[in-house]
């Protein structure tokens, strides 16, 4: 009996120490790292390749897609930004198309530094994104 009271005890032991001991970790991990957040599904798999910080902001966008996309907004943090998208030759792109299989330069007129959230849109389908760490 005593050997059927602790075999069966023993999981559910081991199994409350677990959700303890995971409880802590999350808990001690979200303090120092802040929350865990999943990404946003892109509609188009635009790529961010690099971001350049000054009183104009710069985003070098890659369009691997066989069809040109159009970015209808930008946000910054939580407030939509003007924006400007250009070739890499610097001149500006017509109706703000990212050309099929190239790169295009996005010009926002704000400083982006310090922003820890970026999205772009097309149509209110998010079609890149660059997050920060906290």
């Given at each position: 009996m005593a050997k059927a009271l602790s075999s069966t005890l023993t999981p559910l032991i081991i199994?409350?120490?677990?959700?303890i001991t995971s409880t802590i970790l999350?808990?001690?991990?979200?303090?120092?790292?802040?929350s865990i957040t999943s990404s946003p599904?892109?509609?188009?798999?635009?790529?961010?390749?690099?971001?350049?910080n000054g009183s104009t902001s710069q985003i070098i966008l890659y369009?691997?897609?066989t069809f040109p996309v159009k970015l209808t907004d930008v946000i910054v943090g939580n407030t939509?930004?003007?924006?400007?998208?250009?070739?890499a030759?610097?001149?500006?792109c017509r109706e703000n198309l990212i050309p099929a299989n190239s790169?295009?330069?996005l010009e926002i007129s704000t400083p982006i530094e310090g922003q820890k959230t970026i999205y772009l849109k097309s149509y209110e389908k998010i079609i890149a994104y660059y997050s920060k760490g906290p």
């Amino acid at each position: 009996m005593a050997k059927a009271l602790s075999s069966t005890l023993t999981p559910l032991i081991i199994l409350t120490m677990t959700i303890i001991t995971s409880t802590i970790l999350y808990s001690s991990f979200t303090q120092t790292f802040g929350s865990i957040t999943s990404s946003p599904e892109t509609a188009y798999n635009i790529e961010i390749l690099q971001t350049v910080n000054g009183s104009t902001s710069q985003i070098i966008l890659y369009n691997p897609n066989t069809f040109p996309v159009k970015l209808t907004d930008v946000i910054v943090g939580n407030t939509s930004k003007p924006f400007k998208i250009k070739y890499a030759n610097l001149t500006e792109c017509r109706e703000n198309l990212i050309p099929a299989n190239s790169m295009a330069i996005l010009e926002i007129s704000t400083p982006i530094e310090g922003q820890k959230t970026i999205y772009l849109k097309s149509y209110e389908k998010i079609i890149a994104y660059y997050s920060k760490g906290p």
